[in-house]
T-cell receptor
Framework: DAKTTQPNSMESNEEEPVHLPCNHS???????IHWYRQLPSQGPEYVIH???SNVNNRMASLAIAEDRKSSTLILHRATLRDAAVYYC??????????FGTGTSLTVIP | DTEVTQTPKHLVMGMTNKKSLKCEQH?????MYWYKQKAKKPPELMFV???????INESVPSRFSPECPNSSLLNLHLHALQPEDSALYLC??????????????FGPGTRLTVL
Protein backbone atom coordinates (compact mmCIF):
# COMPACT_ATOMS: atom_id res chain seq x y z
CA ASP A 1 0.00 0.00 0.00
CA ALA A 2 1.09 3.55 -0.73
CA LYS A 3 2.31 5.59 2.22
CA THR A 4 0.81 8.71 3.74
CA THR A 5 2.52 11.58 5.56
CA GLN A 6 0.76 13.66 8.20
CA PRO A 7 1.92 16.21 10.78
CA ASN A 8 2.39 14.64 14.19
CA SER A 9 0.17 17.13 15.98
CA MET A 10 -2.05 20.16 15.45
CA GLU A 11 -4.01 22.51 17.65
CA SER A 12 -7.27 24.30 17.05
CA ASN A 13 -9.48 26.63 19.01
CA GLU A 14 -12.94 25.42 19.81
CA GLU A 15 -15.62 26.36 17.25
CA GLU A 16 -13.05 27.23 14.60
CA PRO A 17 -12.46 25.25 11.38
CA VAL A 18 -9.62 22.74 11.30
CA HIS A 19 -7.74 21.65 8.20
CA LEU A 20 -5.81 18.41 8.62
CA PRO A 21 -3.40 17.78 5.72
CA CYS A 22 -2.20 14.48 4.30
CA ASN A 23 0.41 13.86 1.61
CA HIS A 24 0.26 10.71 -0.50
CA SER A 25 2.53 11.38 -3.42
CA UNK A 26 2.76 7.69 -4.47
CA UNK A 27 -1.00 7.17 -4.66
CA UNK A 28 -2.19 4.95 -7.48
CA UNK A 29 -5.25 5.44 -9.63
CA UNK A 30 -7.27 2.80 -7.76
CA UNK A 31 -6.44 3.96 -4.22
CA UNK A 32 -9.28 5.37 -2.17
CA ILE A 33 -8.44 7.98 0.48
CA HIS A 34 -9.94 7.18 3.86
CA TRP A 35 -9.90 9.11 7.12
CA TYR A 36 -10.44 7.52 10.49
CA ARG A 37 -10.11 9.00 13.94
CA GLN A 38 -9.39 7.45 17.29
CA LEU A 39 -10.70 9.15 20.39
CA PRO A 40 -8.93 8.44 23.68
CA SER A 41 -9.55 4.92 24.99
CA GLN A 42 -11.66 3.94 21.97
CA GLY A 43 -11.24 2.02 18.75
CA PRO A 44 -10.85 3.97 15.51
CA GLU A 45 -13.98 5.23 13.82
CA TYR A 46 -14.65 6.04 10.20
CA VAL A 47 -14.82 9.71 9.26
CA ILE A 48 -14.96 10.00 5.48
CA HIS A 49 -13.53 8.64 2.23
CA UNK A 50 -13.15 9.71 -1.37
CA UNK A 51 -11.54 8.84 -4.69
CA UNK A 52 -11.24 11.94 -6.85
CA SER A 53 -13.97 14.43 -6.02
CA ASN A 54 -14.41 16.42 -2.84
CA VAL A 55 -16.79 14.78 -0.38
CA ASN A 56 -18.99 16.01 2.43
CA ASN A 57 -20.78 14.17 5.18
CA ARG A 58 -22.24 15.05 8.55
CA MET A 59 -18.86 14.75 10.28
CA ALA A 60 -16.45 16.46 7.90
CA SER A 61 -15.44 17.40 4.39
CA LEU A 62 -12.64 15.89 2.34
CA ALA A 63 -10.83 18.04 -0.18
CA ILE A 64 -8.72 16.09 -2.69
CA ALA A 65 -6.06 17.79 -4.80
CA GLU A 66 -6.50 17.59 -8.54
CA ASP A 67 -3.38 15.39 -8.92
CA ARG A 68 -4.54 13.32 -5.89
CA LYS A 69 -1.12 13.57 -4.29
CA SER A 70 -2.57 15.27 -1.23
CA SER A 71 -5.85 15.68 0.61
CA THR A 72 -7.25 17.72 3.48
CA LEU A 73 -9.78 16.72 6.09
CA ILE A 74 -11.88 19.70 7.14
CA LEU A 75 -13.76 19.87 10.40
CA HIS A 76 -15.98 22.90 10.02
CA ARG A 77 -16.35 23.79 13.70
CA ALA A 78 -14.04 21.96 16.08
CA THR A 79 -15.53 20.86 19.38
CA LEU A 80 -13.81 19.38 22.40
CA ARG A 81 -15.20 16.00 21.33
CA ASP A 82 -13.13 16.21 18.15
CA ALA A 83 -9.86 15.87 20.08
CA ALA A 84 -8.44 12.64 18.69
CA VAL A 85 -5.76 11.10 16.50
CA TYR A 86 -6.76 11.42 12.85
CA TYR A 87 -5.45 8.86 10.39
CA CYS A 88 -5.25 9.30 6.63
CA UNK A 89 -5.20 5.90 4.92
CA UNK A 90 -4.95 4.74 1.33
CA UNK A 91 -6.91 1.64 0.38
CA UNK A 92 -6.51 -0.33 -2.81
CA UNK A 93 -8.63 -3.24 -3.99
CA UNK A 94 -7.76 -5.50 -1.05
CA UNK A 95 -9.64 -6.02 2.23
CA UNK A 96 -6.97 -4.51 4.36
CA UNK A 97 -5.60 -1.13 5.03
CA UNK A 98 -2.56 0.09 6.90
CA PHE A 99 -2.57 2.99 9.31
CA GLY A 100 0.03 5.76 9.05
CA THR A 101 1.30 7.64 12.07
CA GLY A 102 -1.67 10.03 12.22
CA THR A 103 -2.16 13.59 13.51
CA SER A 104 -3.01 14.19 17.14
CA LEU A 105 -5.53 17.03 17.25
CA THR A 106 -5.84 19.13 20.39
CA VAL A 107 -8.88 21.40 20.69
CA ILE A 108 -8.42 24.39 22.96
CA PRO A 109 -11.51 25.68 24.79
CA ASP B 1 -26.99 -2.83 15.60
CA THR B 2 -23.81 -1.16 14.33
CA GLU B 3 -21.58 -2.31 17.11
CA VAL B 4 -18.53 -4.52 17.37
CA THR B 5 -18.16 -5.92 20.87
CA GLN B 6 -14.98 -7.28 22.39
CA THR B 7 -14.47 -9.26 25.56
CA PRO B 8 -12.80 -9.03 27.93
CA LYS B 9 -12.05 -5.31 28.20
CA HIS B 10 -8.91 -6.00 30.20
CA LEU B 11 -6.81 -9.15 30.51
CA VAL B 12 -3.72 -9.87 32.58
CA MET B 13 -1.93 -13.12 31.88
CA GLY B 14 1.31 -14.86 32.66
CA MET B 15 3.71 -16.06 30.01
CA THR B 16 2.63 -19.68 30.49
CA ASN B 17 -1.11 -19.02 30.38
CA LYS B 18 -3.54 -19.76 27.56
CA LYS B 19 -6.30 -17.24 27.05
CA SER B 20 -8.67 -16.11 24.32
CA LEU B 21 -10.00 -12.77 23.11
CA LYS B 22 -13.49 -12.66 21.64
CA CYS B 23 -15.04 -10.34 19.08
CA GLU B 24 -18.66 -10.30 17.90
CA GLN B 25 -20.66 -8.36 15.32
CA HIS B 26 -24.23 -8.69 14.08
CA UNK B 27 -24.07 -6.38 11.08
CA UNK B 28 -23.83 -9.19 8.54
CA UNK B 29 -20.24 -8.31 7.75
CA UNK B 30 -18.23 -11.04 6.05
CA UNK B 31 -14.76 -9.57 6.61
CA MET B 32 -13.23 -9.42 10.09
CA TYR B 33 -9.86 -8.18 11.28
CA TRP B 34 -7.47 -8.26 14.22
CA TYR B 35 -5.14 -5.35 14.91
CA LYS B 36 -2.52 -4.79 17.59
CA GLN B 37 -1.89 -1.30 18.94
CA LYS B 38 1.00 -0.34 21.19
CA ALA B 39 0.81 2.86 23.24
CA LYS B 40 1.08 6.07 21.17
CA LYS B 41 1.38 4.04 17.94
CA PRO B 42 -1.08 3.38 15.10
CA PRO B 43 -2.91 0.05 14.90
CA GLU B 44 -1.01 -2.69 13.07
CA LEU B 45 -2.91 -5.24 11.02
CA MET B 46 -2.47 -8.84 12.20
CA PHE B 47 -5.08 -11.01 10.48
CA VAL B 48 -7.92 -10.71 7.99
CA UNK B 49 -10.78 -13.18 7.62
CA UNK B 50 -12.97 -13.17 4.52
CA UNK B 51 -16.07 -15.36 4.51
CA UNK B 52 -14.77 -17.13 7.63
CA UNK B 53 -11.48 -18.08 5.97
CA UNK B 54 -8.12 -16.62 6.88
CA UNK B 55 -7.03 -14.49 3.93
CA ILE B 56 -4.17 -12.46 5.39
CA ASN B 57 -1.64 -13.23 8.11
CA GLU B 58 0.83 -10.38 8.49
CA SER B 59 3.66 -12.70 9.61
CA VAL B 60 2.26 -12.87 13.11
CA PRO B 61 4.05 -15.25 15.54
CA SER B 62 2.32 -18.59 16.05
CA ARG B 63 1.67 -17.82 19.72
CA PHE B 64 -1.28 -15.82 18.32
CA SER B 65 -3.87 -18.13 16.77
CA PRO B 66 -6.99 -16.65 15.17
CA GLU B 67 -10.26 -18.48 14.68
CA CYS B 68 -13.49 -17.53 12.96
CA PRO B 69 -16.11 -20.10 14.00
CA ASN B 70 -18.96 -18.33 12.18
CA SER B 71 -19.70 -15.09 10.36
CA SER B 72 -20.43 -13.19 13.58
CA LEU B 73 -17.58 -14.34 15.80
CA LEU B 74 -13.83 -13.89 15.75
CA ASN B 75 -11.49 -15.25 18.38
CA LEU B 76 -7.81 -14.72 19.05
CA HIS B 77 -6.21 -17.52 21.05
CA LEU B 78 -3.13 -16.58 23.03
CA HIS B 79 -0.45 -18.95 24.27
CA ALA B 80 3.06 -18.48 25.66
CA LEU B 81 3.01 -14.73 25.11
CA GLN B 82 5.89 -12.41 25.89
CA PRO B 83 5.75 -9.15 27.88
CA GLU B 84 6.31 -7.23 24.62
CA ASP B 85 2.95 -8.58 23.41
CA SER B 86 1.22 -6.31 25.91
CA ALA B 87 -0.95 -3.98 23.85
CA LEU B 88 -4.48 -3.02 22.90
CA TYR B 89 -6.00 -5.64 20.60
CA LEU B 90 -8.63 -4.27 18.28
CA CYS B 91 -11.18 -6.18 16.27
CA UNK B 92 -12.93 -4.73 13.24
CA UNK B 93 -15.43 -5.84 10.62
CA UNK B 94 -16.62 -4.62 7.24
CA UNK B 95 -19.19 -5.33 4.57
CA UNK B 96 -18.07 -7.58 1.75
CA UNK B 97 -14.69 -9.19 1.50
CA UNK B 98 -12.82 -6.65 -0.53
CA UNK B 99 -13.81 -3.27 -1.78
CA UNK B 100 -11.62 -0.26 -1.01
CA UNK B 101 -14.64 1.92 -0.26
CA UNK B 102 -15.97 -0.22 2.58
CA UNK B 103 -15.97 1.28 6.03
CA UNK B 104 -14.42 -0.74 8.84
CA UNK B 105 -16.22 -0.79 12.18
CA PHE B 106 -13.94 -1.17 15.19
CA GLY B 107 -14.57 -2.53 18.63
CA PRO B 108 -13.27 -0.78 21.75
CA GLY B 109 -10.42 -3.24 22.11
CA THR B 110 -9.02 -5.57 24.76
CA ARG B 111 -6.19 -4.16 26.86
CA LEU B 112 -3.76 -7.08 27.32
CA THR B 113 -0.97 -7.14 29.88
CA VAL B 114 1.52 -10.02 29.86
CA LEU B 115 3.50 -10.45 33.06
Amino acid sequence: DAKTTQPNSMESNEEEPVHLPCNHSTISGTDYIHWYRQLPSQGPEYVIHGLTSNVNNRMASLAIAEDRKSSTLILHRATLRDAAVYYCILRDTGNQFYFGTGTSLTVIP
Amino acid sequence: DTEVTQTPKHLVMGMTNKKSLKCEQHMGHRAMYWYKQKAKKPPELMFVYSYEKLSINESVPSRFSPECPNSSLLNLHLHALQPEDSALYLCASSHLAGGPYNEQFFGPGTRLTVL
